[in-house]
């Protein structure tokens, strides 16, 4: 088993593997800071229009753009609801059923980093120490236009409503992002530093987007039975490296990592195959953990010929990346060139002349 040095893991209770996603009636309220907070500011004009469409606005004079610019964003921000109580986000989670919610909770007056016991917002220059949340929204509404299965919902903190909200969702941070699935809070990301890229992140980890209509789930095949683990290791070509993902629903390593397995899996067709097992979504993966005797995660298990070949530990992008390339490199296999197959690149064998 390799383990990689300093990488970020999450190791998993001996005892019995926590499900600690949280049902919402459920939550403890806690004390939010009141702050007086104005009004929602206004949003700008955002988003473009898909690639298909270039060709098209090479064509379009000044007034056409504009118009087009500002129908794009006006379905853009249809795609964001707007809420203002826990009544409010109780409805949602009835209308969204299994659908994946993203919420985000904000304020107009206050821009924590997540980071200081304190926060220090009234600095000299108040609209400089408030425009990162503010650029914020852009990122909420490009990334709702990518994902269209997708709830997005944004509660304002204003006023006594908005603050008994926050108290009951357990929200002390402002701005705050929380993933929701099926009523339980799977995740969430406190403060706007790295917000908009763990918003991506859970996006693609819960929600099966990877932009342009693209899904997650058709190059890391999902697994949620041990029969389903089994058929997905013995399928597999002898030549081709079987990758398994393990991993925890509320786990910021497997988060972090996951884009990379998502790009690993595009660019090494045939050279290796991958799958992710969510630990924690049942009470037959949990027993699959202790089955593959899986401590800590992210874990990734190797398999060549439906049998086990190695294991790391770790969320090393580099590293996981070694590891595959040394397991195939073991076998005489190299990497794929791009858009070419794994399998063509075996070495040949080389006979010597006497």
Known sequence: MHIAAGAQVQRIPQATLPHQSRSFKSVRPKVLRHYR????????????ASSAAVTARERE????????????????????????????????????????IVL??????????????????????????????RKLKHVLQRTARDSPDVRFITLEADGEEGQAACDTLGIEVLPTIQFWKNRQRLWEHRGVTQLDQDLSEGVLYYGDQAGNGVKASDFVTELHSKAALDTFINKQADNVLTVIDVCLQNAAPCIHIFPAVLALAKNFTGFAHFARLIGDESDEAQHLLKELNVNEVPTFLFYRAGKPTGKHVGSSRADLIGQILQQQNAHGIRPPSSGGQGAQFRRPKIERRV
């Open 61 to 100: 004079s000044g007034e056409e753009a504009l118009q087009r610019r500002l129908k794009e964003s006006a379905r853009v921000e249809e795609r964001v609801i707007q809420i203002y109580t826990a009544k409010d986000f109780e409805r949602e989670l009835q209308e969204a059923g299994n659908q994946l």
């Open 37 to 48: 907070v104005s009004a929602r500011a206004q949003s700008d004009q955002a988003g473009a």
């Open 104 to 133: 985000e909770v904000e304020s107009t007056e206050v821009c924590q980093t997540g980071f200081e016991e304190v926060e220090h917002h009234w600095k000299e220059d108040k609209e400089e120490a408030l425009m990162p949340c």
